[in-house]
């Protein structure tokens, strides 16, 4: 079944595995799906991902993360929509929970969490606000 809005798609699994105390999610995979799996594994919301090709369809199997029962992962937002596209400049990056979160940010560089982005001082889509 095809989606709209694939990114909301993969932050909705992830939302309801974590809700669900799942171990882990299966997610159909792409470019930009892979890149959030790699930022959330480095940042340590989760603990790992592999990325699995059976004949159809490449998906992304995300193992997450959870301390003494509590998810790492307590909030997730999508930010920048299909219909509604949100760009700010390196120096406007927003900032989640006063630094307590992260951004993810699409950039010419691919994608980078806000603190990154900062870093390399460029500026981009922002895809979603993780906490």
Same mark, same amino acid.
């Given at each position: 079944?095809?989606?709209? &809005?694939?990114?909301?798609? +993969? @932050?909705? *699994? ?9 171990? *882990?999610? =299966? ?8 890149? @959030?799996? =790699?930022?959330?594994?480095? @940042?340590?919301?989760? %603990? &790992?991902? =592999? !990325?699995?090709?059976?004949?159809? $369809?490449?998906? %992304?199997?995300?193992?997450?993360? +959870?301390? $003494?029962?509590? #998810?790492? !992962?307590?909030?997730?937002? /999508?930010?920048? /929509?299909?219909?509604? /596209?949100?760009? /700010?400049?390196? &120096?406007?990056? #927003?900032?989640? @929970? ?9 950039? #010419?560089?691919?994608?980078?969490? &806000?603190?990154?982005? *900062? ?5 981009? =889509?922002? %895809?979603?606000?993780?906490?």
């Amino acid at each position: 079944m095809p989606v709209t &809005d694939p990114i909301a798609d +993969y @932050l909705t *699994r992830v939302r309801n595995a974590t809700k669900a105390k799942k171990p *882990r999610v =299966e997610i159909p995979a792409s470019k930009m799906k892979i890149g @959030l799996s =790699e930022i959330l594994k480095n @940042l340590g919301y989760v %603990i &790992d991902y =592999e !990325i699995i090709d059976d004949n159809k $369809q490449k998906k %992304i199997n995300i193992v997450l993360k +959870y301390k $003494q029962g509590v #998810p790492a !992962i307590t909030g997730l937002k /999508r930010i920048s /929509r299909p219909g509604l /596209r949100v760009y /700010r400049a390196s &120096d406007k990056l #927003p900032r989640v @929970l006063n630094g307590l979160g992260t951004a993810v940010i699409s950039t #010419p560089k691919g994608l980078l969490s &806000d603190k990154d982005a *900062r870093n390399l001082l460029v500026g981009g =889509e922002v %895809i979603c606000y993780i906490w």
